[in-house]
């Protein structure tokens, strides 16, 4: 059967064909056996070559949602997405030993708390537990709820920050679905939209956040979920406002489309800014994600997961099929450090230590003629001259950064940088200042604002 009528397609780019063709399949507009304009049909249809219209075929039937069946044409077939390629591996690729490395991401273990005398607690009063328990340890579930920062029905525990995002977006995303991001993220987060097959929507940003403009255009095009990360954005350590999360919300309130806002806090206690999250004012449009594994150690992999019951409900049962839940034993761990004061106060110092160090770094930088951003937690952006030369230049001091590039949304066209881990800094950091600047751009960029003051970070 021909399907050019029920076919309307508003981005004539690869994903977009191909993100229009998933949506009306995943929908049920267009069904297995159903068969699929001609490439030279839609090409003279929407005004772009042959090639574009191929590379979207392409991507569909690699996703297992058409097949090519030779000269009778191309039909939708039953498939589902699968792994593309992948910006974390690229981060590692050719990684070599270096004197300092300062591209993880991850916390200084001698700021972590010491786990030891409450592990002995545990063992004292440790029982036995079975399959039918509820997932979540009622104690733990009491605790976090007294201190979060939604009024969201239900919550959860899950396997750390990366596990609750993805099965936040597994619950509200199919194939094809627009997803915001913001621009600079996480690689990890583009990595599994792809693989889920859904079309990514960047949004760029400033020191309060993704830019409003920007975003109300995002949602606009029937975006049905956001990925944002409230505070010590990762990478750029930007932590939003109260004012900038106050645009957002309106611009949700305003939008005929229904937008599932996904909140990733994955610094949580080792971030000195407010958790500050939309589900304050939108409860039943915001999953919020805070981690422990920055704050009291990454071997907890820990996350709490809140959201309209309706969908915190449908990822319990999800997990039911696979891990079931996450051990009850890392859950009351996590309880009696949340209580234990000694914990509380060497969690606090480790906030300050990671901001004394971003601070110090950023005063050495501007010492030596380079700028950093007033941003938060583990990890700064610094804009440079040439992606490459820098880590090529800094590997030769003996020190490794993370590239910036896996960052952004675009393959090619984004600004050049490199995100610096600053929580192994304890010292030495006027030598790593000295090094960051000579790879540095001479000017400050175009794309993230560098100047603390600036709000459109034009």
């Not at 000269?71 to 589902?80: I, K, L, M, N, P």
């Not at 938060?376 to 001259?385: D, E, I, S």
């Amino acid at each position: 059967m021909e399907t050019n009528d029920r076919i309307q397609i508003d981005d004539p780019t690869p994903a977009g064909i191909a993100g229009a063709i998933a949506r009306l399949i995943t929908s049920g507009e267009l069904r297995a056996g159903d068969r699929l304009p001609t490439v030279r049909e839609l090409s003279n249809r929407l005004g772009v070559s042959p090639a574009t219209v191929s590379h979207g075929w392409r991507a569909l039937a690699q996703a297992g949602l058409v097949v090519s069946r030779g000269r009778s044409g191309t039909f939708v077939a039953d498939g589902g997405a699968r792994a593309g390629s992948s910006r974390t591996d690229s981060m590692t690729r050719g990684a070599s030993s270096a004197r300092l490395d300062l591209s993880l991401g991850t916390p200084d273990p001698a700021l972590l708390p010491e786990i030891g005398s409450i592990l002995s607690r545990l063992a004292l009063n440790a029982e036995t537990t079975d399959y039918h328990q509820a997932p979540v340890v009622p104690e733990l579930g009491r605790l976090l709820q007294a201190d979060w920062p939604t009024g969201s029905g239900a919550l959860t525990v899950v396997d750390g920050a990366m596990d609750a995002v993805a099965r936040s977006l597994q619950a509200v995303v199919r194939f094809g679905d627009r997803v915001i991001v913001e621009d600079p993220t996480f690689p990890h987060i583009l990595d599994y939209l792809e693989s889920i097959g859904a079309q990514i929507v960047p949004v760029r940003m400033d020191a309060e956040g993704v830019l409003p403009d920007e975003f109300a255009r995002a949602v606009a095009t029937g975006a049905t979920a956001a990925v944002l990360q409230p505070r010590a954005q990762n990478p750029t350590g930007a932590s939003m406002s109260t004012e900038r999360a106050e645009e957002l919300v309106a611009i949700l309130r305003r939008g005929d489309h229904r937008c599932m806002i996904i909140e990733d806090d994955h610094s949580g206690a080792v971030v000195p800014a407010e958790d500050i999250s939309l589900g304050r004012w939108l409860p039943d449009r915001v999953l919020h994600v805070r981690s422990y594994s920055k704050s009291h150690g990454p071997d907890l992999r820990i996350a709490a997961l809140s959201g309209p019951e309706e969908i915190i409900d449908r990822i319990v049962a999800t997990r039911v099929l696979g891990p079931g839940w996450t051990p009850r034993i890392l859950q009351r761990l996590l309880h009696e450090m949340l209580r234990d004061d000694t914990v509380t106060r060497t969690v606090d110092h480790a906030r300050e230590q990671y901001q004394a160090r971003r601070r110090a770094l950023a005063a050495a930088l501007r010492h030596h003629g380079a700028r950093l951003a007033e941003g938060q937690g583990l990890n700064a952006w610094l804009p440079v001259a040439d992606e490459r030369t820098a880590l090529i230049h800094l590997a030769a001091n003996g020190i490794r950064v993370a590239p910036g590039g896996p960052f952004f949304v675009a393959d090619r066209g984004h600004p050049e940088a490199v995100r610096v881990t600053i929580a192994p800094l304890s010292g030495g950091i006027d030598e790593v200042a000295a090094a960051l600047a000579l790879a540095a751009r001479p000017r400050q960029s175009e794309y993230f604002s560098l100047d603390p003051g600036s709000r459109d970070g034009r």
